[in-house]
């Protein structure tokens, strides 16, 4: 088996209309394997101009993939106000996810 590659967006638009700038990054809870792949490092992305996240990421519920129960540690630092939580990206629920779906 192996890993099945999710694009998760967002848009960080505030209400005013004000495009926001900022960086958004993803932490495995421990290092994934599945496979020959091994996944375990922090991936940073930068808002585009418009305020835009795009990024491609590991499901981490793919068949075969250990441990088993792996999250990610979202951060966002956007315009300023740092937040942080936590995700799963199912393997299941589409190549394209909002992250405003996951997030809690």
């Known amino acids: ?46 808002l585009n101009v418009d305020g835009v996240l795009v990024i491609d990421l590991v499901a981490n519920t793919d068949p075969g993939t250990v441990p088993a129960g792996t999250n990610y540690l979202v951060e966002e630092a956007i ?4 937040r942080s939580y936590t995700v799963i990206i199912p393997h299941n629920a589409g190549s394209t996810i909002n992250l405003s779906t996951l997030a809690p």
């Open 1 to 46: 088996m192996a890993f099945t590659i999710v694009t998760i967006t967002g848009n960080y638009d505030l209400p005013n209309g004000i495009d926001p700038v900022g960086t958004v990054s993803f932490t495995p809870s421990a290092p994934m394997v599945n496979g020959p792949t091994v996944v375990a490092v922090k991936v940073i992305r930068t």
């Open 79 to 82: 315009n300023g106000i740092v």
